[in-house]
């Protein structure tokens, strides 16, 4: 267990609303990961940090931003949802060569 | 850049029977590789990696994995599978130059019938 939670678990919202995770870790990691997963793509890399201020786009970062303003917390923004966000996101972080999963959130855009 | 293929996204086996899930990678630099399993509405949990040294890893749960440069192929195989098995299971590889970057492949599932 790496102490990473994700909140909410669960999210029902409408198209054109914003929305926002939130990916919380407890052991001061730097590297920190948004993912999402759909079935028949694996997981697909959003936008990564590698420290406060610090991030950078993965593969699908189109209708996607974020901000890293403490070491802990890491958010993902839909600034206006879409129904081709509906997936399950998941938080990484980066220790020992390798990622380590938050348990992930659910988000259904209606 | 580098890109993960499992080359089959369903199998279905026999209780105690061997499994062998497939996993090819495309780079043109060195590669870290890594394979994960999900269990139903978790996260993703690492089986097994291969950093460097010897080309067959061992992991959690009786997995095993062998790293093959010429084919660039990193399978995962179980002698003797349970129904516990039963789980969805991701490839994914790390380029040396990448940073801490992954790349997954589609992913497994795996069922494991009675």
């Known amino acids: 267990d790496a102490g990473i939670t994700q909140s909410p678990r669960h999210k029902v919202t409408e198209t054109g609303t914003p929305v926002t995770l939130r990916c919380h870790q407890t052991?001061?990691?730097?590297?920190m990961y948004w993912y999402r997963q759909d079935p028949g793509h694996g997981l697909r890399l959003i936008h990564y940090s590698y420290g406060v201020k610090d991030t950078d786009k993965g593969e699908v970062s189109d209708g996607y931003s974020v901000s890293r303003s403490k070491t802990e917390d890491f958010l993902l923004t839909l600034e206006s949802a879409t129904s081709s966000q509906t997936s399950v996101y998941f938080c990484?972080?980066?220790?020992?060569?390798?990622?380590?999963f938050g348990p992930g959130t659910r988000l259904t855009v209606l | 850049a580098q890109s993960v293929t499992q080359l089959d996204s369903q199998v279905p086996v026999f209780e105690e029977a061997p499994v062998e899930l497939r996993c090819n990678y495309s780079s043109s630099v060195s590669v870290y590789l890594f394979w994960y399993v999900q269990y139903p509405n978790q996260g993703l949990q690492l089986l097994l990696k291969y950093l460097s040294g010897s080309t067959l890893v061992k992991g959690i749960n009786g997995f095993e994995a062998e790293f093959n440069k010429s084919q660039t192929s990193f399978h995962l195989r179980k002698p003797s599978v349970h129904i516990s098995d039963t789980a969805e299971y991701f490839c994914?590889?790390?380029?040396?130059?990448?940073?801490?970057?992954?790349?997954f492949g589609e992913g497994t599932q795996l069922t494991v019938n009675p």
């Open positions: 994914a590889v790390r380029e040396e130059t990448s940073g801490s970057r992954l790349t």
């Open positions: 052991e001061n990691h730097r590297y």
């Open positions: 990484a972080i980066s220790a020992l060569s390798e990622q380590f």
